[in-house]
């Protein structure tokens, strides 16, 4: 991932939307794309392959040995998982532009540019097929069923973070959350609030891949409704919010997967039924009452149930989702690729930041 010899050492400084980049000179036209908690985003046009790409720059990487772990993490995770054909975002290039190892404070990725995201399809308004929408879940399950493969879990699926083009073709962004399923206890201010698993609520350390199933199902949920399905104010609005609609639990549920510090004990004072998802998901008609103009089948409505079990025990695994009939229109099993898990022992370290860097 070097840079070509041909721009080696030759770098120039520009800013562009509050923020200031330094960048091989092959980098050109720089646009602001976003920008979140732990890096800003950019497209630029790479001169060297003549194609658009996105540039990302780690907000202060190595402000302490938190931040320098994580961007560890990212860099390690998304090179691991960079793959041609398995709907993830795919890692460039990575430079820093100090030359000493005492003077490394800043950190660019460089990768694919994916033009739109699924938050700006729903912003739209616009009804999306049932054909689309199975075909948009179905890219989203053969990505996760390659990153779960490499025991790794997503930990921040939302329509933002999932991207497409005018093709269709869908791509994984953003694995700044991303980590290793193992058995060390992870945090629980991961996935935003609204597409967040209820056991990362109520237990927020004991997780697996499990979380970003759920985080598929609400992403199916929204692009049929064209709204968020779970819009929590708070943490403990949110698992209101999930109980209005998947129903309350038993209490053996959620003992199992609650914690001395959950809002387990309090979750059974209104019990809720769950509500009719043929009513909520099914079939919508125009005026004529012949037109389908939103809405899954009963099939689709079957596979949305599964996603959003509120028992992570019984929610089913990315390779079983996968398996599921409503997916079989757009599936080609052979040609899901996977790959082996990562071993890493640095993943869970403890160093500090010159040990990181």
Request: aromatic share 12%.
């Amino acid at each position: 991932m070097a840079v070509p010899s041909t721009f080696e050492n030759q770098w120039y400084t520009q800013g562009c939307y509050y923020c200031q980049y330094t960048l091989p000179v092959r980098y050109q036209k720089l646009s602001h794309i976003g920008q979140g908690r732990y890096g800003t985003v950019i497209r630029a046009f790479d001169e060297e392959k003549d194609q658009w790409v996105a540039i990302k720059k780690l907000t202060r990487p190595f402000q302490n040995d938190v931040y320098a772990q994580r961007a560890y993490r990212e860099l390690k995770l998304t090179q691991y998982l960079t793959h041609p054909d398995a709907q993830l975002l795919q890692l460039y290039h990575v430079f820093t532009p100090e030359q000493k190892l005492e003077d490394f404070e800043t950190l660019y990725f460089v990768f694919n540019f994916v033009p739109f995201n699924l938050n700006q399809l729903i912003k739209r308004r616009l009804p999306i097929a049932e054909n689309h929408v199975n075909q948009i879940i179905y890219s989203i399950c053969r990505g996760l069923q390659y990153m779960h493969s490499a025991g790794i879990i997503h930990r921040d699926l939302k329509p933002e973070n999932i991207g497409i083009d005018a093709q269709s073709n869908v791509t994984i962004l953003d694995l700044g959350l991303a980590r290793t399923v193992d058995g060390s206890e992870k945090t629980g201010y991961v996935v935003t609030r609204w597409w967040r698993a209820p056991e990362i609520i109520i237990n927020q350390s004991k997780y697996d891949e499990k979380v970003d199933i759920w985080s598929v199902g609400c992403i199916m949920a929204e692009l049929i409704l064209l709204r968020p399905l779970f819009p929590g104010t708070s943490q403990f609005t949110q698992l209101d919010a999930i109980f209005d609609v998947v129903g309350t639990p038993d209490i053996e549920t959620l003992n199992e997967i609650s914690n001395a510090v959950s809002p387990a004990s309090s979750a059974q004072k209104i019990q809720k039924p769950q509500q009719d998802f043929n009513k909520l998901f099914g079939y919508k008609y125009d005026q004529t009452g012949e037109n389908k103009i939103s809405g899954v089948s009963s099939e689709g409505i079957d596979f949305l149930r599964s996603l959003l079990t509120f028992d992570p025990r019984q929610r089913p695994t990315v390779g079983e989702a996968l398996k599921h009939p409503f997916l079989q229109r757009y599936r080609t099993a052979e040609d899901e690729p996977t790959i082996q898990r990562l071993m890493d022992i640095h993943q869970g370290a403890k160093y500090d930041v010159p040990e990181w860097k």
